[in-house]
């Protein structure tokens, strides 16, 4: 599998907002997936390549938004009004089938990269 690559974070304010992309390759289920220190890496937000199976963790709701653009290969996560309990290491990574499921689990996933921080203060 394709190593995802992701950009986007920052150091911000808490009610800033952030947006992160991930650039993939091919038919794809993409997660985002954060890690706080001390903490288990848990997902975020999941979109399908026709946008479906859109899934986010009860945290995040009605302030992060995944999206996708298949002209420039890039899914992007848009995080408003951060708060400091969303710092983390943010990473994206695609489900090892192609297809998504309607919770992700991270031991799915593959395609994992260095990932980019997102600190709130």
């Known amino acids: 599998h394709v190593q995802l690559v992701e950009s986007g974070g920052g150091s911000v304010q808490a009610g800033d907002s952030l947006r992160l992309s991930c650039k993939y390759s091919?038919?794809?289920?993409i997660a985002w997936f954060r890690q706080a220190p001390g903490k288990e890496r848990e997902a975020v937000a999941q979109?399908?390549?026709?946008?479906?199976?859109?899934y986010y963790v009860d945290s995040v709701k009605d302030r992060f938004t995944i999206s996708q653009d298949n002209t420039k290969a890039t899914v992007y996560l848009q995080m408003n009004n951060l708060k400091p309990e969303d710092t983390a290491r943010y990473y994206c990574a695609t489900r090892r089938w192609g297809w998504c499921s309607s919770t992700p689990n991270r031991v799915d996933f593959v395609g994992w990269g260095q990932g980019t921080q997102v600190t709130v203060s």
């Open positions: 979109i399908d390549s026709a946008g479906g199976a859109i």
């Open positions: 091919g038919d794809y289920c």
